[in-house]
Structure formats: C-alpha cells, structure tokens
C-alpha cells in the first residue's frame, strides 16, 4: 500500500503504520505537539482518494470532516491513499529563526568585573626534533617540554595521542598544546596559529541557539539558530520525556539535537574559515531534560514523584562523548541544574541578569515552553517551576501555533460591533494564535465585555462571532477558505490556567520567603516569548503583577548570555555553580497553598481586584 501525496511523492506504508508514522519515516514532518496521542488535534491532512480507518478523538469539527480532514496519527490506510498537506500542518524546523541577539555581550561580561579563563588553557612549546641518536618517542618529548613548563602529571587520551604524532610534525615541533585542569592534554597547534575558538549552545525544548565565540577577545563572531528538531516527537518536555522511554526514543531525540547543532555549526565554521576541529571547548545550557537528552541519559525518573534527575551537576565531558562536531577532546562545560523543572538555563539566565549581585529584591522569569520563576536578591534566592509554558506556544489550543508566519499576533475589537481587526505575522492569511495574540485577545474581549471574569462568553450579545463549537462557545475571529481562527472558551480556560499558574507562583514563592509583590524592585523577563510580551496586557490578564511598568526589564535569551559568560571565564562558571547551590527549589505540585493561590488567579485578573488597582482603575472608567 501506499500513500500518495499531491506533490506526486509516493510514499510505502509499513503493516499498521498510522498516515503519520508513515510521512515521519519518509523525513516529511507534521505539527504534532501531542506526539501522536490525538489529543492535539494539529496533525491534520485532507484525504482525496482512498480507504482508512480512523480512530476519533473528537477533535475534528464537521465543517473539517465534511472536507475529508483526518488527524495523521490517528488514521490508518485500508488501501492507496492520496493526501494533501495543508500548510498549517507542515512542520519546519530547518529554518533560521530569530533570536535576540544581544549586542552588549562583552560589556555584560567586563560589568561583571569577570577577567577572560577559558575552560581549556594553552602553554607553547618548542620540542626538540628527535635525530638518529636522541630517539625518545613523541610523547616522551612532548611531556619533558610540558614538563619543563611545570606541567606534570597530564594525562593523554588515546584521541590526543592518535593524532599528536602528525600535529607535531606539521607544525614543525613548535606547538601549542591546550590543556584543562585536570590535567588533560586536548589538542595540539601550530604555535603561530593565535586563533581560539569556543562555542555556547542553548538547548531549548522549541528553539536552538549556538554561539561561536573568540575566546581571546571575548568576540562573537556568529550566531546560529534553528527549531529544535525534536519537536517532531512533540512540544513539550513531558511528551519527549514518554518518547525517551519507548523503543529507541532515547537515542533519536539525542540524535536529532547533536545533529541540529552540528548541522548549524557546519556552515559557521565555513563562513568565518574556522575549522570547526580546532574549536576547542563548549558550552551547554538548558532545562534540565534537555541536558539529560543531550548526553542520552534517561530522563524517566525526572518525570516520576519525588521527581529526580539523575545530576544536576555535570563532570566536565569531552564533545567526541556528545557527537559535536568539533574537537572531540574538547571539554563540555554544562551549566549546572538546580532540580528537574529548573535547570541550567534558568541558572545561566540568573547570573546573566546579575540579580544575585544585587541587593534589591528581584523576580526573574523564564516564559518559553515552560515557566520558571526565581525571586531574590544577593543573599538568597527561591525558585520553583510553573507548567505555563505549552499553551503560549500553540500547545493545547484549538488554532494555537508558534510566533512565525501566519501567526495572530495581534488583536483589537472594536468596542460596538465587536469586529476585530487581526496583526499577523508576515501579513499574510491567519493560520492560528501565537501567545501574544492569545493575551491580546483574552484582554480585548475582557475589556469589551465579550467575556467575564471567569473566562466565561457572556450570553446575548449581538454579534454573530459567538457561536457554538464542537467544545461550545467560541469566538470566530478569522474565516478564509473554510478554515475558521476560533478561540474556545475551552482554550480561553487553558489560556487562564497558565496564567493563573504563573502568578500563584510568584505569590507562592513571595509568601515562603515572607515578602509581597510590593517589595519587588525589579521583574526580569527572559525567554523566547518574554520578547513580544505586551506588558500592559499580561497585566490586565493578571499572568504579571501589577507593578509600577518602569520596574519591568526584558533580557531577551538569558539562558544562552550565561553560557556565553561561562565559556569565557572560570569565576563565572564558579558563580554558576554558586547559583545552583545557593536557589532553593521550591516544589508546587505537591503545596496546597499554591492550589489556593492558584483557584484565586483562576479570574480576570485575580479573585482579589485589590491586587490590581490599576486594572480596577481601567474597568472603572470604561
Ligand atoms: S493529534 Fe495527531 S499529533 Fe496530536
């Protein structure tokens, strides 16, 4: 059997393979934040000719089944099939995207008062060529030279050793070894060749960032960026977490990140004639599963209660370990972890932010695929993780998707007819609701009176955009060619939920150290989706408190400004493990006082109007 796509591409279907598997196998990826489970409902192709069998997860709606959509993971072929692949359920990772380049690396990191200490450090030596009567073997005179510039007792891998014989003779036996710590000889060079090169990744569960770094100078040369390919076997952690444990699931989702970073690494190297060998040490930040990924280690247990990662402090491994394409000696530095849902980026984003050198109390928060927060000053710090995240990245909303083209991005309603007028990404068709879209429309019906402050559609008002849906009352705010933008009132409840999560967070963490919102001096946002934050309105929802606006910072990608500081200094790396020693983790799964805080944040914008008088002030006057 096979399935035929209206490209023309003939695809062979294995026995029981759902339309799915089958277009993964073939490399041809769909949205599918839920991993295959229906429960998404984002992996939508329209069937045009053939036999299936499909199972219904009740999230096709009949205007849509009328169309011949199926879900792909849900649906089997019976026979040849022909399919077509709406746009909306393609899915990209390969692309570029943007990241938030921070121009003022370097002074951030001289603003530390932090002197260059690269991990690996480089000693030159003059080796005296062996002759027919001084014949030692090369490692001999390589560790007397070593040695007579008082470095004893290194060690050398049979990686090093297996290619020293030709690295000395090339260079004429005027070398430069690198050399860590430990003390571990990694590579050797030519002594006129000056040039040093390091590389900081951040690993996010969405998105990928690689820097690569001169580590004399400090100098960023590039910056590579992709979607993090792993997406294909769903969006959030959780869903990678459950794929890790079925079959190969492990090695694929470590096999599909190395291989985005080294295919991004690759073209850098070509552009700036690095040879990307030579690079000699790395980088890694991340949350705590996408380390664990990384370096393939099981991240079952991360899941389970009591919720243990296997370290959160990681020995200093070598890039061949890794399968990153550079020196295979090269020492990984991972930035430490503090529990299983606070990993090393929030910890590279805290000392990015500097907060834990202030004395003034702050509140950092990392918004991306999940929610992180951590309060404090530089005495102490809390820290607990909230699930947020998935929802503002397109997870669990009927048209939700991430900030890239077609996207809403934008919405405003006019207060009489209640007609919106849509801001979408590329300006092209809408497609679906990215997470500023969704505040800004959860702000606009809210302030128009469209919805209450339980979330809730208010009956009898006089627009057509209200109308019943498949999950009830929904709001239709774009129709092209049959295929209708909708937010449900079930999405606006998911929407309030990780809202509500992130802000009994904060209240929680505040009332464990015994501050309240008004001791907060200063509130870093960080994370992908922290830039197109709309302050104002994260406000008006009651996800940010409601805090003189000047107090409110965006840092933009901290989690890979941290890694960038480690790879350059040795006292930032000591201040990072500072860091993870110093946070305490706060657990909120398990507290029945965050539930209460929760249930309150469960309204537009708090249970407790008192908590946001500037939005009371704004219903008021309205
Ligand atoms: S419904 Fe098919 S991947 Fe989620």
Not at 52 to 66: A, C, E, F, M, N
Not at 181 to 188: G, M, T, V, Y
Not at 387 to 413: D, K, L, Q
Not at 590 to 617: I, Q, W
Request: hydrophobic letters at 40%; charged letters at 25%; glycine letters at 10%.
């Amino acid at each position: 059997m096979n399935i035929r796509l209206t490209s023309g591409k003939i695809l062979h279907i294995l026995e029981g393979k759902s339309i799915l598997q089958t277009l993964k196998r073939e490399g041809i990826y769909l949205v599918s934040s839920c991993g295959g489970k229906g429960i998404c409902g984002k992996c939508r192709v329209r069937l045009l000719e053939g036999k299936v069998g499909s199972v219904s997860t009740g999230r096709l709606q009949p205007p849509d089944i009328d169309r011949g959509i199926v879900l792909a993971c849900q649906t089997f072929p019976e026979e040849d099939i022909l399919i077509d692949i709406p746009k909306e359920s393609r899915l990209v990772v390969g692309d570029r995207i943007e990241v938030s380049r921070s121009r003022d690396l370097f002074e951030l990191f001289q603003s530390l008062n932090a002197k260059i200490f690269p991990i690996v450090r480089w000693v030159s030596l003059d080796i005296p060529p062996p002759t027919i009567t001084d014949n030692n073997s090369d490692l001999e005179r390589l560790k007397k030279a070593a040695s007579g510039k008082g470095l004893k007792d290194l060690r050398f891998s049979h990686g090093f050793v297996s290619s020293m014989a030709t690295a000395l003779r090339n260079a004429n036996w005027k070398v430069n070894l690198a050399y860590t710590d430990a003390p571990e000889a990694i590579l050797l060079s030519p002594m006129e060749d000056k040039n040093r090169y390091g590389i900081s990744i951040d690993i996010g569960t969405t998105t990928l960032v690689v820097y690569l770094v001169h580590l004399t100078d400090g100098r960023l040369i590039d910056v590579g960026s992709t979607y993090n390919s792993q997406i294909r076997y769903g969006d959030d952690v959780i869903t990678r977490i459950i794929h890790a444990s079925e079959g190969n699931g492990l090695d694929e989702l470590r096999d599909t990140v190395v291989s985005d970073i080294n295919t991004l690494l690759t073209p850098m190297g070509e552009r700036h004639t690095v040879n990307i060998e030579c690079i000699e040490s790395a980088v890694i930040s991340g949350n705590t599963t996408m380390l664990h990924l990384f370096w393939g280690l099981n991240p079952a247990y991360i899941r389970e209660e009591p919720y243990i990662p296997t370290l959160n402090s990681f020995p200093l491994w070598k890039a061949g370990a890794a399968k990153l394409n550079i020196n295979p000696q090269a020492p990984v530095y991972t930035v430490p972890c503090v529990a299983s849902y606070v990993g090393g980026d929030i910890v590279a984003g805290v000392l990015a932010s500097k907060m834990h050198r202030n004395s003034e109390i702050a509140l950092f928060m990392d918004i991306g695929t999940n929610g992180e927060i951590v309060i404090g000053n530089t005495e102490w710090l809390v820290t607990a993780a909230c699930s947020a995240g998935p929802c503002f990245e397109g997870s669990g909303i009927t048209h939700g998707m991430r900030a890239t083209e077609g996207a809403v991005e934008s919405v405003r309603i006019d207060p009489q007819t209640f007609e919106p007028t849509l801001g979408i990404i590329g300006q092209g068709k809408a497609m679906g609701i990215c997470g500023s879209g969704m505040i800004d429309a959860i702000t606009e019906m809210f302030l128009r009176g469209i919805i209450d402050r339980k979330g809730k559609f208010v009956k009898g008002l006089e627009t057509e955009r209200i109308r019943k849906g498949l999950e009830g009352p929904e709001f239709l705010f774009s129709s092209n060619e049959g295929r209708d933008i909708v937010l449900t009132e079930v999405d606006i409840e998911n929407i309030m939920r990780a809202k509500a999560a992130v802000y009994a967070g904060i209240s929680l963490l505040l009332q464990k150290v015994g501050f309240t919102f008004d001791d907060i001096e200063r509130v870093y946002i960080a994370g992908g989706f922290g830039n197109y934050l709309n302050i104002e309105k994260a406000i008006i929802i009651g996800m940010l408190p409601d805090l003189p606006r000047e107090r409110f910072r965006f840092l933009g990608n901290t989690s890979i400004a941290g890694g960038y500081l480690c790879l350059l200094s040795e006292s930032m790396r000591k201040e990072a493990e500072e860091i993870s020693r110093k946070m305490t983790y706060v657990e909120l799964s398990v507290s029945r006082r965050f539930m209460d805080e929760y249930m309150s944040a469960l309204f537009l914008p708090h249970t407790n109007m008192g908590l946001f008088p500037t939005v009371e002030k704004l219903l008021t006057i309205k």
